[in-house]
T-cell receptor, first 112, second 115 residues
Framework: QKEVEQDPGPLSVPEGAIVSLNCTYS??????FMWYRQYSRKGPELLMY????GNKEDGRFTAQVDKSSKYISLFIRDSQPSDSATYLC????????????FGQGTILTVHP | SAVISQKPSRDICQRGTSLTIQCQVD?????MFWYRQQPGQSLTLIAT?????????ESGFVIDKFPISRPNLTFSTLTVSNMSPEDSSIYLC????????????FGPGTRLTVL
């Protein structure tokens, strides 16, 4: 079993839709939960991170962590074609603080 | 956040040869890392580049195959040695400052094809 599981998609939505991206993880020691966006032929870009459980909002993006169910979510409101990218969840903390563990990434396409 | 550049951005190499990838950060960082991202796959950590000492390698990666240097707080190199087609991948450098690894930022990657 992978430490972080993410549905690779692809996910295709119309412009303006609400997008929900999700990951599950197995190591209860993880404390930090990150979402990265990666455009084609570019490096990953950190969107936001959450420490422990709870929600965090940044503009159209909301990250949500439920440690009881080991579930990580990213919501994108009013999605735009420019949001089309691969979204990667990642975790850190626990016994290997210096290491990020990534999900496989979900390919998102927002069509006009 | 700091900006990371990598050279080369891409290369096509023959099997049995070696390639050195350079990573430059525009400000000092506490930690630097090297990742591999195979087509359609997630990022896999190769090693942590330690300043002035040997890198710390993850399971499945060895120094003879992926020697790493980090002479100062802003520069690191990764060499892919004795390459085979299975080494074809994107190699990414990343850095993190005092805030911690959860605020890690990445370079644009080096796209390597081995024939």
């Amino acid at each position: 079993q992978k430490e972080v599981e993410q549905d690779p998609g692809p996910l295709s939505v119309p412009e303006g839709a609400i997008v929900s991206l999700n990951c599950t993880y197995s190591n209860s020691a993880f404390q930090y939960f990150m979402w990265y966006r990666q455009y084609s032929r570019k490096g990953p870009e950190l969107l936001m991170y959450t420490y422990s459980s709870g929600n965090k909002e940044d503009g159209r993006f909301t990250a949500q962590v439920d440690k009881s169910s080991k579930y990580i979510s990213l919501f994108i409101r009013d999605s735009q074609p420019s949001d089309s990218a691969t979204y990667l969840c990642a975790t850190a903390g626990g016994t290997s603080y210096g290491k990020l563990t990534f999900g496989q990434g979900t390919i998102l396409t927002v069509h006009p | 956040s700091a900006v990371i550049s990598q050279k080369p951005s891409r290369d096509i190499c023959q099997r049995g040869t070696s390639l050195t990838i350079q990573c430059q950060v525009d400000s000092q960082v506490t930690m630097m890392f090297w990742y591999r991202q195979q087509p359609g796959q997630s990022l896999t950590l190769i090693a942590t580049a330690n300043q002035g000492s040997e890198a710390t390698y993850e399971s499945g990666f060895v120094i003879d195959k992926f020697p790493i240097s980090r002479p100062n707080l802003t520069f690191s190199t990764l060499t892919v040695s004795n390459m085979s087609p299975e080494d074809s991948s994107i190699y990414l450098c990343s850095g993190a400052g005092l805030a911690g690894v959860h605020e890690q930022f990445f370079g644009p990657g080096t796209r390597l094809t081995v024939l």
